[in-house]
């Protein structure tokens, strides 16, 4: 195994974990401050990537492409927020899944009306379609650097923006303690809206740059938002700080996982169990962590509530 | 509405009941359920054989064996749920005479027993895995494109052919990715360096392509259909491997659906398949002609497949004068061969053929269509390996 080996699948643990870190952050913080379970939240980083598939095809540009899909997503959250989630926002959880799961059949069956049931394929942009070469003996995807630089800078503009300004401070306050910010004149409401439309312009960031890895398909939201709440259980709910960590360790984990467990098993049992065994024991792992950090963490890792 | 327009409207809706009831039973109709992937990673494969299927309907005169034919479709989703769901509302409320169009394995072998427990024939356009080859075989189950090893079988042989000493050989985790390999390996006498299962329907192959990279294999063997063989060759293309490790593919991860999403870096992939467009033979040259006519698109091996089942269907259907109740002749029928865009196709006892593999290329063609051509014939009269475990006559 070699040290370039691990580094490029260092890289692409970070590729993806920084896209999942793009779409917990939403969730968390609307988890976290106004107690919402927003199973919709895959689907707007579904919706993301189909606006991005067709206004890139009709500019011919994938990054207005990637720009406008994002403003769309943001419009229909904003419209969300107002007609429905407001009306769910009092009621228990049980509520909030029956009428968000709903939102996922409406979003499945309308993408799946307007678009068609197959898959759409897209490709990387052309300048980026080629391998960058790091280090001698390792060349790297450039989209998938660009990817990286992307969530990064977006992870870090997050970052400040939460710890550094005073609505992050609002945001913060009704994450820890949504009574007692809204006692202190923190207008909750408000910041709330803000909030989820920011989480959903970050979605569909990742919807509409992975589009080009995966494939834009009905259903693809529901894929990630599974790993999602893996993230923002591991990093504890309503800390955007630990859906980061939360989402890299995932990433990593889950590459890791994928690239040498299998490897690892074939030293250790014969070759037919191996193959068996190597696959599904990787794509169980992150399961594995979360439990992990849920019986020795409850509250995950950075836990926000007193 | 006054109470004579309601007595005029139901008589009329009463009578049109009837003349339709009637008008049916004049000629009994043929109940075809088409149960395919239709949505998802998977609906290219599914939607050609559908759409090939029909096209051969019409050729046929919207007859198979003289019985105008009805096709009920149901889209499986690529998922067994959806389809055993699917089966048993076509088996036992549209009560079809005849199930088809199935593409993945793993679907099959989940609804396999439904259909054949309940006395009705399943023709394979795609799905051939070696289950039902040894001794599950079962009288009901005919596939009239290969079984799922074969294909793999010819472009391990072609790899041994070719010297490559190592290979990293990669398959979604499924019946057909685990046959797949193995017929690779069945024929390959190199070294096999890593053998990889994905999850079924992966999109992402970094973690993959990073450790074909540090194997650092004379050839790769891949075996992604659909939407995963368009990322894995998009994504294997970008990492810059195509120059440096030869990439290996069977028909399916390089035929027309794969060539459209992915453009110019298949340019040369060598890949093995029991069709090629250019097949010399009438049947071929009007299928692939109105194919490219009706639909605006290249036909793939799927198509093909789906073409075919219909004329296989239609021939069994003439030796039984229709009559689906004489299985065995029906059985006998097709097996005994029957023309398709292959020319005549013979099959062995366990329902699967006994045909020729040919290795195609992909190219560049001077008007800049990117399309497959015929480079040679790998295996000729080439069948299963699976056949003498099958205990059918």
């Given at each position: ?12 643990g ?32 579904m ?11 009709a ?43 709903a ?56 970052f ?49 740059l ?6 834009v ?45 299998p490897?690892a ?7 037919e ?33 007193g | 509405m ?14 049109c009941?009837?003349?339709?009831g ?27 054989v559908?759409?090939?299927f029909q ?52 679907v099959?072998?989940?609804v396999?027993d ?9 023709i ?5 895995p070696?289950?039902?080859?040894g ?6 189950f ?20 070719k ?12 019946p ?57 060759i ?41 069709w ?10 009007r299928?692939?002609?109105d ?27 003439r ?27 013979r ?10 593999y ?16 015929l480079?040679?014939?790998?295996f ?7 056949v ?6």
């Amino acid at each position: 195994m070699s040290a370039s080996l691990v580094l490029e699948q260092l890289l692409n643990g970070l590729q993806f974990g920084l896209m999942l870190f793009l779409l917990s952050a939403g969730l968390t913080l609307v988890l976290g401050m106004m107690d919402v379970v927003n199973l919709a939240q895959g689907s707007l980083y579904m919706l993301g990537a189909y606006f991005a598939a067709t206004l890139g095809a009709a500019t011919g540009s994938f990054w207005a492409g990637v720009v406008g899909a994002v403003l769309a997503t943001a419009v229909v959250a904003l419209l969300l927020e107002v007609s429905v989630l407001r009306r769910v926002y009092g009621a228990d959880h049980l509520t909030q899944v029956l009428a968000t799961f709903a939102l996922i059949l409406m979003f499945n069956e309308g993408v799946r009306m307007i678009w068609g049931p197959q898959a759409l394929l897209l490709s990387v942009p052309p300048e980026l379609a080629r391998p960058v070469a790091l280090l001698p003996g390792l060349s790297y995807s450039a989209y998938r650097l660009a990817i990286i630089a992307t969530g990064a800078v977006l992870a870090v503009a997050l970052f400040l923006f939460i710890h550094r300004t005073r609505v992050g401070m609002w945001v913060r306050a009704g994450a820890s303690n949504r009574r007692m910010a809204q006692a202190m004149g923190v207008p909750i409401r408000r910041v709330f809206t803000g909030v989820f439309v920011v989480g959903a312009a970050l979605s569909a960031v990742a919807g509409a740059l992975l589009g080009p890895i995966f494939a834009v398909q009905v259903g693809m939201g529901e894929e990630v938002l599974i790993l999602a709440f893996v993230v923002i259980v591991i990093g504890g709910i309503g800390s955007v700080k630990g859906s980061l960590v939360g989402s890299l360790l995932v990433g990593v984990v889950d590459t890791a996982g994928r690239a040498f467990l299998p490897a690892a098993f074939g030293q250790l049992f014969p070759p037919e169990v191996a193959s068996n065994l190597g696959p599904a024991v990787a794509s169980v792992l992150i399961y594995f962590l979360m439990a992990l950090v849920l019986f020795l963490r409850p509250q995950g890792l950075f836990p926000v509530r007193g | 509405m006054s109470r004579t327009v309601r007595v005029v409207l139901v008589v009329v809706v009463f009578a049109c009941t009837l003349a339709s009831g009637l008008a049916s039973g004049q000629a009994r109709t043929l109940k075809i359920g088409f149960v395919s992937t239709l949505s998802g990673g998977g609906a290219a494969l599914g939607v050609d054989v559908l759409d090939a299927f029909q096209l051969a309907l019409r050729h046929l005169g919207g007859r198979l064996g003289g019985l105008p034919a009805e096709v009920i479709t149901v889209d499986d989703q690529s998922s067994p749920d959806v389809a055993r769901t699917g089966v048993e509302r076509l088996l036992r409320r549209d009560r079809v005479d005849l199930v088809t169009g199935i593409i993945f394995s793993h679907v099959l072998l989940a609804v396999g027993d439904l259909i054949f427990n309940h006395g009705t024939f399943y023709i394979s356009p795609n799905a051939g895995p070696s289950e039902y080859a040894g001794e599950q075989c079962n009288l009901h189950f005919i596939n009239v494109a290969w079984q799922n090893d074969n294909m793999h079988e010819a472009m391990g042989h072609y790899a041994t052919l070719k010297n490559y000493e190592t290979a990293f050989i990669l398959a979604p985790n499924y019946p057909a990715g685990r046959d797949a390999l193995t017929g690779f390996k069945r024929f390959y006498k190199g070294r096999v360096v890593s053998e990889v299962y994905t999850r079924l329907g992966q999109l992402d192959y970094s973690a993959e392509i990073a450790q074909i990279r540090a194997a650092r294999p004379r050839a790769v063997y891949a075996f992604y259909p659909g939407a995963m063989g368009v990322n894995f060759i998009k994504q294997y293309a970008e990492a810059g491997l195509m120059q440096q490790v030869q990439l290996l593919v069977p028909g399916f991860s390089a035929d027309a659906d794969v060539i459209r999403a992915v453009g110019k870096p298949m340019v040369g992939v060598f890949n093995s398949s029991h069709w090629a467009l250019e097949l010399f033979n009438p049947i071929n040259r009007r299928f692939v002609e109105d194919f490219r006519r009706t639909y605006g698109r290249v036909p793939t091996l799927y198509a093909a497949q789906g073409y075919d089942a219909a004329l296989a269907i239609d021939h069994g259907l003439r030796a039984v004068g229709g009559d689906l109740s004489r299985k065995a002749d029906f059985r006998k029928a097709i097996l005994s061969g029957f023309d398709s865009t292959r020319g005549r196709v013979r099959f062995s006892k366990n329902g699967y053929p006994i045909q020729d593999y040919y290795l195609r290329q992909v190219v560049e063609l001077p008007n800049g269509e990117i399309i497959n051509r015929l480079r040679g014939t790998i295996f000729r009269n080439h069948a299963d390996a699976y056949v003498n475990q099958c205990r059918l006559p």
